[in-house]
Structures are given as C-alpha cells and as structure tokens.
C-alpha cells in the first residue's frame, strides 16, 4: 500500500458503529441460547455400541435381529462375586439372599443367579436394567448396593454392557467441563505471550467459545431432528476442533488488522482491509476441512459418519465467527486491542520497500530461516524430505487393528475388574459368545455345525423363556425345550473357547461364518467378537476409499485458491508426507512409551482427516500470501517475504492447536489420547518443519514455475523475481 494514510476519510455511521454493534448482538444471542443447550447434549448424545458400529456388516445385521427375540430394551448387567477360595455353601446361601435386593434395584425383568464358577470361586449373576433408566445411575446403585450387602471379604463387580458403559459414560463426564476449562486455558496463556495483550486474548477466545456456542445450537438441533448421531467421542472432538480453528482463523485476521493499522488511523478502513485479505484463504482453509470432514459421510462405520457432519458443523461456525464477529469486535476497539502494545502508524515512504532478496526488513529467527532457504534451497529441501521419510518408517510398527474393549477405558473402571474376573472363573468366552441367527427349518443342521466348528466350546439354541443374548452377552436356558422362532428364525448362542477381545476369537468368528453359510447361507453371526472383526474390516476398508476423496478435494481447492497445478501438487504431496512421519512417531511412542497395546482401527484415518485438512491450512495461509506478494516482487523475494510475515502467526496458530487437541489427552479414553497425540505432534511437525522450511526451500529451488501453468508462472514475466535470484541464487541451479 503506497497511499497516504488515511487520517481524515469520513466512515458512514452505520458502517463504523451501527453495523458491528449488531453483529455483536447477533453473536450474544447466539450464544446466550447455545451456551445452555451445551449442557443438554446427553439428551441427543449415546454411547452404546450401536453408535459406533459398522452399517452394513454381518455383525450389525445380526444384532438387529437379536432385537426381535427380546421383549423389551433391557441392557443386562453382568455381577460377579469373586472369594479368595473355594465359596462354600453357607456363604453360596448368603450370595442367593441378595437375589432379592438385586431385583428391587435392577427394574427390569427377574434376576438371574447365582451361577457358581466351575473353580467355585466366584459366582455370576445376570440383572437386565430398563434401557429407559440412566444406566450410569443404575449401575451405581447395583456397585454401592453390592459393597454393603455382599459377604465380608468378597470383592464385587458390576460388568458386562451396562457395567462398561456406564464406565464409559463416567470416563467422557469430563468433556462437558474439564476439556473446556484445560483447552480455553491453554489458549489464553499462549495468545497472552504471543500478543502481550490483555484485551485481543480475551476477544480472540470470545470468538472461540461464541462460535463453540453456534455449532452446539447447531449440532443439538440435528441431532434432535434425527439428521446425525451424536456421542461422546464426536462431542469431545466437536469442542476441541471448534476452539482450536476458529483461534487459528482468528489469529490470521489478526495478524492482517495489526498490519493494517500501520498504513491508517481508520479503524474502520483497517477493518475492511484486513477482511479483504484474509477473506479468501479463510474461506479457502475452512472450506477444506468441512468437504474433508464430509468425505468421513463415504465411511460405512457409524462413529465416522457421526463425526463428519458434527465436525463439519463447528467449522462452518468457526468460519462465520472469524469473518463476523472478530471483525466487528476489532471495529469496535480499534487499536485499544492491542493496548498496551498498539501498532503505530509507518510513514508512508517506509512501509514496503523494494524488494530484492526478499530479506529485506525482516529480523530475528524468519529473516534466518529465509536466509537458509535462500542459500541452500535444495539442501534445504532435501534434508527435510529425508527426515520426514525416517520418521515415517515408523508406521511399520502402527498396531492399528483394534484393541480389547477392556483396554479402551484408561481410568480405573470396576467394569473391566469385572471383566478380567469373569476370564479367571469362567469359561473364556462365556461372558460374550458369537451369535448365530439361522433359518428355522435349518436350526438343528446349523447348531451341529457351530459345536462342531474349531475354536468353538459349547452351542445351544435360545429357547422360549429363556433370557436373550443382550448386546453380545450370554443368556441363559430356561427350561422349556422349544426354541424361541422370530419371523422364522432362530437364535443360537456359540461360547467360544477364547477372550471375547483376542485375535484367537476373531479367527474363531471366521471360521464359524465360512462353516454355517455351507449349511444355511443365509445365517448371520455376530457378537462382540463378530462386532470387533467387522469394525477393524470395515476401518481398513474406510481409509482405502476415503483417503483418496479427501486428497482430491483438496488438491481442487487449492489449484482454485493459488491458481497453479504444480504448487497444490506439491503442497498435498508435502502434507501426506508429514503425515506418515507423525504416524509412525506416533507408533513408536504408543508401543515403547506409553504402553498401548495396540491402536483403535479408525485412528489412522481419522489422524488423516485432521492432519492433513488441518495441515493444508498452513500451507494455505502461507502460499496465498506468497501469491500474493509475487505479484507485487516476483516470486523468489515474494517466497522469503512471505515466510517472514506469516512465520509468526502460523507458528501461534500452530501452537494454539497442538494445545487444544492435546487437551484431548485428558479424557481417559484410549482413541482420544492417541488422536491427541496424533494431531498435536503432527501439527507442530507441520508448522515448524514442513510450513517453515521444506515448502518455502522447495518453491525458492523451482522458482517462477511452481505457478505453472498460470501467468504467473511465467519466468520471462517474472522480472522481479529474477532480480532476486541474481542475488541469491538457489544452490546448484541457475537463473530461471
């Protein structure tokens, strides 16, 4: 900008006040509705099994049949008593008197038990709890119930799935309050030290949590029309993507304002200037990471298709309130936002001098790194590719292929106690056999084949009477020898002879398909086994389909943003790259550091979604400011100009968001601390490596024609630019 500044231009009244005190007002209402409805999620929000399984799998199938052999929607819960010895019968007596208590408090149908272990150590009961009732609650009761009444010296658990999901529903309770409290926190002392400010952090957050507020509205209003599905491990990933982009977005704008208010003392004008030119590449940023998040729609997984639209969501609404409210915030304060700090007006003859190197009027740790990039570009360049590829060999060890149900909780959990007391008294599998649905006229030919089949330990058919299989759990016979018929079918309960959770059991599973669809092809087995298998299939199958949708959407975007083939090329090339390189760091520190047993099976493709959505963002802020710049100087000065003037702003806002899905890491739930981990280490490789030195080297080395093919990539038109390489030629080419 060489005009003068602009000390006296009138601003119309509705421009300057009317317009941004509207939007402000907008925004508070938006937020005085959305902020209460947060704490009304769990009215929309689940977190049983059917909201993370596989839509169209056998295991699915085979559950909705389940459905129909039940008379009601009781979700059983699984209570184990465990002695340090043999039980013996007067205390086997005293176990059968809490019969009773137990009923009064299950609410659903008769209790079941007790069923002595074969080492008759423990014993089992069964007490289905109405799916009506607060299951957490429930199961509560049944636990502070048992710690009273059961025998002196008797440990006592409550498992199975209302046992387990109860634990889960305690282990995300911190969502709603802490996550927030851990995220918003990190981000105010980040953007205190970034801005020496005290007034932007506070409106940079406001922006943050009102747009939090606008994608709640927006996320409880379809869940409740029944467009999504909605549980706990998308509303955690819902607070913390909001925050986290709309910080990054906002910071952006910020950064353009502050410039702006060097060039004119109208608050308005520099309001209007900075929108101009962050309006493009924060349309462009977040458009990328909504189609990206949409692609999860093509998943046949229903978590991933839950996350896609919720997440979605909170970026459209992260985008809205960077463009809107920040904007009329910063109308409003003008340059008291950056008090006590405020920017001041450069003389017009000094604001942007001629550039020839592009070094020029930078200092500090960005005219050095632009100093390296400029004098060894392919060193640069080179030396950043391989470390990336080293990292990435790392993948090699990823586990990604599921983990026991048991694991997946990381806080203490009396459901997984409970668990690991049913492997140690029980037959291994009894707790959770595979299901088998069969024709009824083929049922005796089917249950012959599914004793006889490998892995396979005892088989019965479900009996009228009898108590149904729950949600993968063992029922047990009644007395009456007719099987329970359902529109012709019959179900047939399987107890294998491994851990419900083990790679044993899986195989188990595939072998009992192959066997039975030879004598009914038509019979349907599922389980939690069945249910395991189908959800680490259907996670493999995800990522072949889904990465390559998500990459091309955003190689569109970006030949639309930055006008060139061979820039967006390069750049998703440069994003998929860091990817694999947090990937397999990310591998290495579950397996030595932390001790995970394995990795969710949807981990790598959500830890694509998001890091390489999210990670084009950088690239985005950095090169359509280069764009820009080698408009103006050409391209090799434009290159190192803009890594000066966007260094410290991408790098903040890579901070901020490694900070706040970090903060991830506070719920106890293994998927989300790996995700976490994922995400902020890919970022922070991202913003310090990839943004930083490996994009800027490589598009100094090619020079004009990383624009190819548009004008601009021209190397004839680009004269400035070779005034720059004749000062600073890259190493080992000449002029272009």
Known sequence: MKSSPQHSARVPFWLRWLIPVLLVLTWLAIAGVGGPTFGRLDEV????????????????????????????????????????????????G??????????????????????????????????????????????????????????????????GPAGLTADLVS?????????????????????????????????????????????????FGMAKLGWIQLNGQSQGILSILVIGAATDYALLYVARFREALTHTTNRTAAVLTAWKASFEPILASGATVIIA?????????????????????????????????????????????????RPKLVPAGEREPDLVTGLEGQKGIWRAAGSLVARRPRTVWIASVMLLLVASAGVLQLKANGVPQTDVILSA??????????????????????????????????????????????????????????????GVPGTPSEPDVREGKVLINATLNFAADSIEAEEAVKVLREDVKTVDDGALVGGVTATALDTNTTAQRDLVIIIPIVLVVILFILMLLLRSVLAPVLLVLSVVLS?????????????????????????????FVFLVALGVDYNIFLMSRVREESLKHGTRPGILRGL??????????????????????????MFLVQLAFIVAFGVLLDTVLVRSLLVPALAYDIGPRIWWPSRLGKPELDAAGLRGSDALEPEGAGRR
């Open 45 to 92: 929000s689940s977190n049983d099994q059917a909201s993370f399984l596989p839509a169209g799998a056998e295991a699915t199938a085979a559950q909705d049949w389940q459905a129909k052999f039940r008379d009601s929607d009781e979700i059983p819960a699984v209570i184990v008593i465990e002695n340090g010895a043999a039980i013996s019968p007067a205390e086997l």
């Open 293 to 341: 998040l949409l692609c999860l729609l093509f998943s046949d997984l229903n978590s991933n298709k839950a996350l896609g639209p919720v997440a979605a969501a909170g970026i459209l609404c992260s985008l809205f309130a960077a463009l809107t409210l920040l904007p009329a915030i910063m109308a409003l304060l003008g340059r008291a936002a950056f008090w006590p700090f």
């Open 579 to 607: 990817y694999g390189a947090a990937m397999g760091v990310s591998a290495l520190v579950f397996n030595n550091l932390l001790g995970f047993p394995g990795a969710d099976a949807t981990v790598p493709l959500f830890g």
């Open 413 to 474: 959990s009396n459901a997984v106690d409970g668990q690991d007391a049913l492997a140690r008294h029980f037959d291994a599998g009894s707790g959770s056999p595979a299901v088998v649905v069969a024709d009824e006229g083929r049922a005796d030919e089917v249950l012959e084949k599914v004793k006889a089949a490998d892995g396979v330990g005892d088989a019965y058919l479900l009996a009228e009477g009898s108590v149904p299989i729950i949600s993968g759990q063992q």
């Open 171 to 219: 282990a995300f309770a911190g969502i709603d309050g802490i996550l927030l409290l851990v995220a918003l926190g990190a981000v105010f002392v980040i953007l205190l030290i970034v801005y020496r400010s005290l007034l932007l952090p506070v409106a940079v957050l406001l922006t943050s949590v009102f747009a939090l507020c606008a994608a709640i509205l927006l996320v």
């Open 94 to 159: 005293q176990l059968a008197s809490l019969k009773a208590g137990l009923e009064e408090l299950a609410l659903g149908s008769a209790v079941i038990g007790p069923i002595p272990s074969e080492d008759g150590e423990a014993v089992q009961f069964i007490a289905p709890i109405g799916s009506s009732d607060e299951v957490k609650e429930s199961v509560l009761e049944l636990r502070d119930f048992l710690a009273d009444a059961a025998p002196v010296g008797m440990q006592t658990f409550v498992t």
């Open 644 to 669: 000066g003037v966007t260094g410290g702003v991408i790098t903040s806002a890579g901070v901020v968001l490694a900070a706040t899905f970090a903060a991830l890491g506070v719920i106890p739930i």
